[in-house]
């Protein structure tokens, strides 16, 4: 199984400032996906982080507001651009495995704007 | 649209009790259903998978039903223990086995 290690853990930040999140797999995945999860929701699909070209943003996420880079098959960055309060939530990427049946999990990342 | 029900918010038994969780799902094919179970302030934890084409899977005390005419997955811990208190997700893989839908999660308290 693949170990996915996300930083930072929290954070606390400004409004109208920016937060990148990253993303490292100690093996290859197949698929790299971003995903939001507010206080007592579920877990929103964000967009899937595409290797070496553009993210696949889902409907109501954007380029601008969460730009997202794939460099390589174990890294990936998520930034929330320009935050407001309504951004505060916990974000969490997730690898898939080759075969695609198995998912891992970062351990997610606190946002919190003031 | 896509939707996803997990039967209740929350689910409270005793020790030792089989607790059994409820996924509904409408408006959708999937390639196959994963249960997760996620801890406070952590990522989902992955649990068990099964197939379109599969009825059940069982690992450990845990087992999971699927049956794609009624559009419903049954997830069951036997003997259930304190420890297992957690909230635990299910989510459909769509056919391109490529991005997962997830329910709300059902809240799990075993006391004992």
């Known amino acids: 199984s693949a170990v996915i290690s996300q930083k930072p853990s929290r954070d606390i930040c400004q409004r109208g400032t920016s937060l990148t999140i990253q993303c490292q797999v100690d093996s290859q995945v197949t698929m790299m996906f971003w995903y939001r999860q507010q206080p007592g929701q579920s877990l929103t699909l964000i967009a899937t982080a595409n290797q070496g070209s553009e993210a696949t943003y889902e409907s109501g996420f954007v380029i601008d507001k969460f730009p997202i880079s794939r460099p390589n098959l174990t890294f990936s960055t998520l930034t929330v651009s320009n935050m407001s309060p309504e951004d505060s939530s916990i974000y969490l990427c997730e690898g898939l495995a080759s075969g695609g049946t198995e998912a891992f999990f970062g351990q997610g990342t606190r946002l919190t704007v003031v | 649209s896509q939707k996803i029900e997990q039967n209740s918010e929350a689910l409270n038994i005793q020790e030792g009790k089989t607790a059994t969780l409820t996924c509904n799902y409408t408006?959708?094919?999937?390639?196959?259903l994963q249960w997760y179970r996620q801890d406070p302030g952590r990522g989902p934890v992955f649990l068990l998978l099964?197939?379109?084409?599969?009825k059940e899977k069982r690992k450990e005390r845990l087992k999971v039903t699927f049956d794609t005419t009624l559009k419903q997955s049954l997830f069951h811990i036997t003997a259930s223990q304190p420890a297992d208190s957690a909230t635990y997700l299910c989510a459909l893989a769509n056919q391109a086995g490529t991005a997962l839908i997830f329910g709300k999660g059902t809240t799990l308290s075993v006391s004992s």
């Open positions: 408006n959708y094919s999937p390639a196959y």
């Open positions: 099964i197939r379109e084409n599969e």
